[in-house]
């Protein structure tokens, strides 16, 4: 019951931006954005989240449209340790008691080219 | 400051056994979330507890399955009468209010034989 659909794999050179699309059109109002990360079969690692407006942070940028339909990830410079499966989520919201659930997809097999 | 640690991370089980599964959040973080990983998969939402509180266990097996989150000590997630198709990595992650993000152990791997 994931709400996101990403790309299964992507490649980039190294040192050169990484743009990871996701596509979350049924997104309700008030539901955020995250991204996660996972190298190898580590925990998931947080990279950033959002709602509305674009957000940076010192790993990543994240860009939502202005309808909340579909966002991109970057990674601006990318290194060979940036190699991982990157997840994106839509946070979900329990009708009631102000809790939420977060739901992984399949992820984007991220491959950095040296 | 201590990330989310579980134990063991590595378990082997004969079918029939039980495994328990052991995560202690972040000092301070409340919310509990519980997620399964197979081989070359995402992750699975299993369960969701805050103290003393279940608060959706929608993805987790209705039987052989249960987990808890007590006022004291970590949360169990327990397995039992363990099948070979329990073979997975098990993640805990934990979180300090119901919007924040989440911090994810290193994960517990089962293995059943």
């Known amino acids: 019951d994931a709400k996101t659909t990403q790309p299964t794999s992507m490649d980039c050179a190294e040192g050169r931006a990484a743009n990871l699309p996701c596509n979350h059109s049924?997104?309700?109002?008030?539901?955020?954005v995250y991204w996660y990360r996972q190298i190898h079969s580590q925990g998931p690692q947080y990279i950033i989240h959002?709602?509305?407006n674009n957000e940076t942070n010192e790993m990543a940028s994240l860009i939502i449209t202005e309808d909340r339909k579909s966002s991109t990830l970057i990674l601006p410079h990318a290194t060979l340790r940036d190699t991982a499966v990157y997840y994106c989520?839509?946070?979900?919201?329990?009708?009631?008691?102000?809790?939420?659930?977060?739901?992984f997809g399949t992820g984007t097999r991220l491959k950095v080219l040296a | 400051n201590a990330g989310v640690m579980q134990n063991p991370r590595h378990l082997v089980r004969r079918r029939g056994q039980e495994a328990r599964l052991r995560c202690s959040p972040m000092?301070?973080?409340?919310?509990v979330y519980w997620y399964r990983q197979l081989p070359e998969e995402g992750l699975k939402f299993m369960v969701y507890?805050?103290?003393?509180?279940?608060?959706?266990e929608s993805g987790m097996p209705k039987e052989r399955f249960s987990a808890e989150f007590p006022k004291e000590g970590p949360s169990i997630l327990r397995i039992q009468q363990v099948v070979r198709g329990d073979s997975a990595a098990y993640f805990c992650?934990?979180?300090?209010?119901?919007?924040?993000?989440?911090?994810f152990g290193e994960g517990s791997r089962l293995t059943v034989l």
């Open positions: 000092k301070g973080h409340s919310h």
């Open positions: 049924t997104i309700s109002g008030n539901e955020y």
């Open positions: 959002g709602l509305k």
């Open positions: 989520i839509v946070r979900v919201d329990y009708s009631t008691s102000g809790t939420y659930k977060y739901i």
């Open positions: 507890l805050q103290k003393e509180n279940i608060i959706d």
């Open positions: 992650a934990s979180s300090p209010y119901p919007s924040g993000a989440l911090f």
